[in-house]
């Protein structure tokens, strides 16, 4: 048997966003537009000399030699499909995720495996819908060569991967993902609401960025601190929705878990300091 190459490429992985809601809702059609964006993704792959690998179900996986191609057909990809999906209505659009990695992949005969992949399929999770999210190493690749912006999120633990990947969002013009509940009008209701009130709107984008930090902090905890924080948010909540803010009694129950929280924080800090102040020679 033929032993699997190595080589260094980038890798773009894209998906669909909320695709089992749309196909719900309207499987021929989901299918005829996601035809329909493949084959544009395709023709911006073949521009930008990259090479489809493989499709499966709404996902795509591209392999690109040059990281900057990678980096400005993604770019190109989501520009495009947000010009198509401009003029649906919003429960019909199509948007995609898109994750980038530069590192070794395996060849074997026209399939890639290997950590590289790994890193872009999971980056794509993480990316926001209709966004593009980068690998350090690309990162670093495109920073300079592209009049692009770029916003870290910090490092992400990334499945099967023993170290955490420091994560870089593209900015595309600004789009967000709407709420799944939120419909144009409510859009535009809460938009008037805004402007009639300038203080209103600087309050929620200052509670969104706040909620934005807050989560992508937590998603670079480990385990252990990610079910302390969840266990002491579900006391909470439960308290809301049983005695309302009158009587709070969820201190008591999240109180172990708030000092294995407090725990895990402040003694795990200090033996990683120790650790760090222990040469291999100590």
Same mark, same amino acid.
């Given at each position: 048997?033929?032993?699997?190459?190595?080589?260094?490429?980038?890798?773009?992985?894209?998906?669909? &966003?909320?695709?089992?809601?749309? %196909?719900?809702?309207?499987?021929?059609?989901?299918?005829?537009?996601?035809?329909?964006?493949?084959?544009?993704?395709?023709?911006?792959?073949?521009?930008?000399?990259?090479?489809?690998?493989?499709?499966?179900?709404?996902?795509? !996986? !591209?392999?690109?030699?040059?990281?900057?191609?990678?980096?400005?057909?993604?770019?190109?990809?989501?520009?495009?499909?947000?010009? /198509?999906?401009?003029?649906?209505?919003?429960?019909?659009? %199509?948007?995609? /995720? !898109?994750?980038?990695?530069?590192?070794?992949?395996?060849?074997?005969?026209?399939?890639?495996?290997?950590?590289?992949? =790994?890193?872009?399929?999971?980056?794509?999770?993480?990316?926001?819908?209709?966004?593009?999210?980068?690998? #350090?190493?690309?990162?670093d690749?495109?920073?300079?060569?592209?009049?692009?912006?770029?916003?870290s999120?910090?490092? #992400?633990? !990334?499945? =099967?991967?023993?170290?955490?990947?420091?994560?870089?969002?593209?900015?595309?013009?600004?789009?967000?993902?709407? &709420?799944p509940?939120?419909?144009?009008?409510?859009?535009?209701?809460?938009?008037?609401?805004?402007?009639?009130?300038?203080?209103?709107?600087?309050?929620?984008?200052?509670?969104? =960025?706040?909620f934005?930090?807050?989560?992508? $902090?937590?998603?670079?905890?480990?385990?252990?601190?990610?079910?302390?924080?969840f266990?002491?948010?579900?006391?909470?909540?439960?308290?809301?929705?049983?005695?309302?803010?009158?009587t709070? $009694?969820?201190? $008591?129950?999240?109180l172990?878990?708030?000092?294995?929280?407090? $725990?895990?924080?402040?003694?795990?800090?200090?033996?990683?300091?120790?650790?760090?102040?222990?040469?291999?020679?100590?």
């Amino acid at each position: 048997m033929e032993r699997a190459r190595r080589r260094l490429a980038a890798v773009m992985c894209a998906d669909v &966003a909320h695709y089992s809601r749309l %196909m719900e809702r309207d499987e021929d059609g989901t299918l005829d537009r996601l035809k329909s964006y493949r084959s544009i993704m395709s023709g911006l792959t073949e521009r930008h000399h990259g090479r489809i690998v493989n499709t499966w179900g709404d996902a795509v !996986i !591209i392999e690109f030699s040059s990281v900057v191609e990678a980096v400005q057909c993604a770019v190109d990809i989501q520009n495009e499909l947000s010009l /198509r999906n401009a003029d649906l209505p919003q429960a019909a659009r %199509m948007d995609f /995720r !898109i994750g980038i990695n530069l590192g070794d992949i395996m060849v074997e005969g026209d399939d890639i495996y290997g950590d590289g992949v =790994n890193v872009a399929a999971r980056l794509q999770e993480l990316a926001p819908t209709g966004g593009v999210m980068l690998s #350090q190493s690309v990162h670093d690749q495109v920073r300079s060569k592209l009049a692009l912006g770029f916003e870290s999120v910090g490092p #992400q633990t !990334i499945k =099967n991967v023993s170290e955490p990947v420091e994560a870089f969002s593209v900015r595309l013009g600004g789009r967000n993902e709407p &709420a799944p509940h939120e419909t144009p009008s409510q859009d535009g209701e809460e938009t008037a609401r805004q402007q009639a009130d300038p203080q209103l709107g600087a309050d929620t984008q200052a509670f969104a =960025n706040g909620f934005e930090q807050a989560r992508n $902090w937590l998603r670079r905890q480990p385990k252990r601190i990610r079910s302390c924080v969840f266990m002491i948010g579900f006391f909470f909540v439960l308290n809301l929705l049983t005695s309302g803010l009158s009587t709070l $009694w969820f201190v $008591w129950p999240s109180l172990p878990f708030a000092l294995a929280l407090i $725990w895990h924080v402040f003694v795990g800090k200090e033996r990683k300091l120790m650790s760090g102040r222990s040469g291999p020679g100590d």
